[in-house]
T-cell receptor, first 116, second 115 residues
Framework: GAGVSQSPRYKVAKRGQDVALRCDPISGHVSLFWYQQALGQGPEFLTYFQNEAQLDKSGLPSDRFFAERPEGSVSTLKIQRTQQEDSAVYLC??????????????FGSGTRLTVV | AQKITQTQPGMFVQEKEAVTLDCTYDTSDPSYGLFWYKQPSSGEMIFLIYQGSYDQQNATEGRYSLNFQKARKSANLVISASQLGDSAMYFCAMRGQLNTDRLIFGTGTRLQVFP
C-alpha cells in the first residue's frame, strides 16, 4: 500500500485480556519495526524484523509480548494478560532494508491501547 | 549507551516567525545519525531531516534546517517562516553505528504556532 497501515486504531482491553495489533507495511519493505510510545514520552524500540526473521527483540518489556511476521509482510504484535502499564500507543514502521545510518522509516499512525 | 535530551516541553511561535527546537545527545559511537520527526495529532511520525555525524555541512530541507554542533553534542532544529500546520510534537532521534537497528528518541517538544 501507499503507507504503513495499523489496526485497530484504538483498542480498549480489560486487564488480563489478550490483544493482537496488526501492522501492514509498505509493499516491498523488508524491514519492520515496533515501537511503544507511553503518554508524554518518545517512542521506545520493541522489536525488529528483516523479512520474516526477528533479528532483535531485546526491547520487548516482558515475555507477555510476542511479535511475528510469518510471511515477511504483515506483522502482529500480541500482548498476553494485559496490564495497565501496557497502555500506550504502539507504532509500527517499515523501511526498504537499507541498514545505513541515514535510513529513515515510514511510520504508521499507531494503535492506542488502553487497559482498564 | 545513547541518550537524547529535549529540554523544552513546549514552545510557542507566531506565524511566519522562525523557531529553534533544542536537542542534545550522548553517545559513544564513533559514527551516528541524527533525525527529526514531526508527530501531528493524527499520530504518525513524519521524517523531517537527517544529519550524519561526519557531514561537513548542516542539513537543510525546505523550511527545516539542522544546527549541528558536534563538539557541544547538539542538533537543534530550526523551522523558518512557521505555519499554522507546523503545530505538532517534534522528536529528535539518533541511530548509532554500533546498533543501526533502532532509533533512540527524546521526549519531544510540543510546538504551537499562533496567528
Amino acid at each position: 500500500g501507499a503507507g504503513v497501515s495499523q489496526s485497530p486504531r484504538y483498542k480498549v482491553a480489560k486487564r488480563g485480556q489478550d490483544v493482537a495489533l496488526r501492522c501492514d507495511p509498505i509493499s516491498g519493505h523488508v524491514s519492520l519495526f515496533w515501537y511503544q510510545q507511553a503518554l508524554g514520552q518518545g517512542p521506545e524500540f520493541l522489536t525488529y524484523f528483516q523479512n520474516e526473521a526477528q533479528l532483535d527483540k531485546s526491547g520487548l518489556p516482558s515475555d507477555r509480548f510476542f511479535a511475528e511476521r510469518p510471511e515477511g509482510s504483515v506483522s502482529t504484535l500480541k500482548i498476553q494478560r494485559t496490564q495497565q502499564e501496557d497502555s500506550a500507543v504502539y507504532l509500527c514502521a517499515s523501511s526498504s532494508g537499507d541498514r545505513g545510518l541515514s535510513s529513515s522509516y515510514t511510520f504508521g499512525s499507531g494503535t492506542r491501547l488502553t487497559v482498564v | 549507551a545513547q541518550k537524547i535530551t529535549q529540554t523544552q516541553p513546549g514552545m510557542f511561535v507566531q506565524e511566519k516567525e522562525a523557531v529553534t527546537l533544542d536537542c542534545t545527545y550522548d553517545t559513544s559511537d564513533p559514527s551516528y545519525g541524527l533525525f527529526w520527526y514531526k508527530q501531528p495529532s493524527s499520530g504518525e511520525m513524519i521524517f523531517l531531516i537527517y544529519q550524519g555525524s561526519y557531514d561537513q555541512q548542516n542539513a537543510t530541507e525546505g523550511r527545516y534546517s539542522l544546527n549541528f554542533q558536534k563538539a557541544r553534542k547538539s542538533a537543534n532544529l530550526v523551522i523558518s517562516a512557521s505555519q499554522l500546520g507546523d503545530s505538532a510534537m517534534y522528536f529528535c532521534a539518533m541511530r548509532g553505528q554500533l546498533n543501526t537497528d533502532r532509533l533512540i528518541f527524546g521526549t519531544g517538544t510540543r510546538l504551537q504556532v499562533f496567528p
